[in-house]
C-alpha cells in the first residue's frame, strides 16, 4: 500500500 | 494605501478558481514587487505558491507590504460577480481591516464595489529548495487535464514514469489497468502543442490523482504545463501566465511502504 506523503516532509518552515 | 488594477480582469478570476478549491483561506501578500500568495491545503499534502507581477497592473501602488488575509470562498463568490471583460481593481488602506475590490465594465457604464472583511490568518510559509529535476515535461495544458480526467475513472493515483522512451501515466484500480504515453513530439512549429521532455534520470513516482485534478483548474490560465519530476520528492506543476507570473503547485509522492 502506498502512503500518501505530506509537504511539509519535504519543504521547511520559514 | 494598495491599489493594484487589473485590465485583464478576467485573470484574476480564473486565478481564483484554480485555488478556491484547494486553498480555504490565505494571505495575500502584497509589496513592490507584485501580489504573491503561498498556502498548503488543508491536509498539508500539496502547496500552492502565485505570483502576480506588479508590472502586470496599471497602475499598481503598494506603500506599504500588506498581507491580505482571505477566506477563498468568500472572495470566490465576489469574483463571480465580475464580468469577464470587466478591469477589476484591489484596494486596501495600510492597516486593512477590509479590501474592496472594484469591477468596471470597459464602457465604464457600470462600476461595482464590494468590499470584504479580512482575516487574521497566521499561515505557516514553507521554504521551497532548489531541486536538480530528474525529469521535466512540458505538454499542452489541454492535454494534462484530459489525461488527469481519464485516468481518474480508473484509480486513484497516477504513476508518472519518464525515460528516453517518453512520458507514461498509468492509473490501476478495481476495474483494471490504464496507461497513457506520450512521445516528445518533433513539431517544432507548433509550440503550444509540444510535448518536450528534458531528461536527466529516468525517474517514476505516484501521486493522488484527488491533488492533481485540483492543480488542472489553472488550465484557463496557460496553454503549457510544466511537470518538474524528481525521485522521492514532491512534483512541481507550474503555469506560466502570460505578462503577469505564474501559479505552481506542489504535490508530495505517495511512497510504497
Known amino acids: 500500500v502506498a502512503k500518501q506523503g505530506v509537504i511539509s516532509q519535504y519543504f521547511s518552515s520559514l | ?257
Open chain 2, 1 to 257: 494605501m494598495f491599489e493594484a488594477r487589473l485590465v485583464q480582469g478576467s485573470l484574476m478570476k480564473k486565478f481564483m478558481e484554480a485555488i478556491k478549491d484547494l486553498v480555504k483561506e490565505a494571505n495575500w501578500d502584497c509589496t513592490g514587487t507584485g501580489i504573491s500568495l503561498q498556502a498548503m491545503d488543508t491536509s498539508h499534502v500539496s502547496l500552492v505558491s502565485l505570483l502576480l507581477r506588479s508590472d502586470g497592473f496599471d497602475p499598481y501602488r503598494c506603500d506599504r507590504n500588506i498581507s491580505l488575509g482571505i477566506n477563498m470562498e468568500s472572495m470566490a463568490k465576489i469574483m463571480k460577480c465580475a464580468s469577464n471583460d470587466d478591469v477589476i481593481t484591489i484596494r486596501s488602506e495600510d492597516h486593512p481591516d477590509n479590501v474592496t475590490f472594484v469591477f468596471e465594465s470597459p464602457n465604464q457604464e457600470k462600476v461595482c464595489d464590494y468590499e470584504m472583511k479580512l482575516m487574521d490568518i497566521d499561515s505557516e510559509h514553507l521554504g521551497i529548495p532548489d531541486t536538480e529535476y530528474d525529469a521535466i515535461i512540458s505538454m499542452p495544458a489541454s492535454e494534462f487535464q484530459r489525461i488527469c480526467r481519464d485516468l481518474s475513472n480508473i484509480g486513484d493515483s497516477v504513476k508518472i514514469t519518464c525515460n528516453k522512451d517518453g512520458v507514461q501515466f498509468s492509473a490501476q484500480g478495481d476495474t483494471g489497468i490504464g496507461k497513457i504515453a506520450l512521445k516528445q513530439n518533433a513539431v517544432i512549429d507548433k509550440e503550444d502543442g509540444q510535448v518536450s521532455i528534458e531528461l536527466n534520470d529516468p525517474v517514476s513516482l505516484t501521486f493522488a490523482l484527488r491533488y492533481l485534478t485540483f492543480f488542472t483548474k489553472a488550465t484557463p490560465l496557460a496553454s503549457t504545463v510544466t511537470l518538474s519530476v524528481s525521485a522521492k520528492n514532491p512534483v512541481a506543476v507550474e503555469y506560466r501566465v502570460d505578462d503577469i507570473g505564474y501559479i505552481r503547485y506542489y504535490l508530495a509522492p505517495k511512497i510504497e511502504e
